[in-house]
C-alpha cells in the first residue's frame, strides 16, 4: 500500500551571530522564516495530510504550528528522531564550518552523532510512517542533514558527510535542502526494500 511524507525543513531561523545553532535552546524563525512557513503550508493545504510530526526544537515546533493553523485540525506529535544533529559544533561560528565545508562529523568524540547515527534516525522515522499511515500522507518538520541524508538513502546511495557537493545529483535544485523546502517521499506498495520516489519543492 502506498505512503507518502513530506520532509520540511524549517524556516530561516533569528540568528544574528551567525553560528551553528544545532540543539541550542532559543532560537526561533525570523520574520523571513516565519513568511516561509506560510509558504509551504500554502502548498500542503492541497494535501490530504493525516498528521503533522515535528522535531523538538523550537524552530521546527513554531514552522509546525503555522502548517497547523493553515489547515484543518491534524493529530500532531514531537517525535526526538527527528531532532537536530547532536554535535560539538554547536555555539561555532558558521564560519569555522564553512572552513571545513560544512563537514561536522569527522574527528568528533564517540559521545556525538556520526553521519550514520542521523541518517538511521530519518530512516527509522520514514520506516514508522509507513507502518503508522498505510495508503496515508504526513507531513513533518525535521532539519537540513536528516533531509539530505534521506534523500541520498532513497537513491539506494551510502551517508557521506559532504552533503553540498552531492544535492544536485538527487534532483535538489539548491546546493542543500533550503529552509522550508518541501522533500517528498512517496512508496508504491509495503515492500521494505523499495525504495522511494522524491521531488523537491522550495515553495515561497
Known sequence: MSCTVHLVRH???HNPQH???GRLPGFRLSVRG????RSAASWLQGRPLNALYSSPMQRARETVAILAAAGASLPLEVDERLNEVYTPWQGRPLLDLLKRDWDMYSGNGPEFEQAEDVAR???????AMRCAWPGGEVAA???????????VLAAGDPPE???????????????????ASINTFHWRT???????????????
Open 34 to 37: 516565519q513568511e516561509q512557513a
Open 161 to 179: 558527510v559532504k552533503l553540498k557537493a552531492h544535492m544536485p545529483n538527487y534532483g535538489v535544485s539548491d546546493d542543500y535542502p533550503e529552509t
Open 121 to 127: 534516525r530519518g530512516q527509522d522515522f520514514l520506516a
Open 190 to 204: 509495503e515492500d521494505p526494500e523499495e525504495l522511494p520516489s522524491f521531488t523537491y519543492l522550495r515553495p515561497w
Open 19 to 21: 553560528v551553528m545553532y
Open 141 to 151: 518538520v525535521t532539519h537540513g542533514d536528516i533531509i539530505a541524508f534521506s534523500i
Open 11 to 13: 524556516g530561516e531561523v
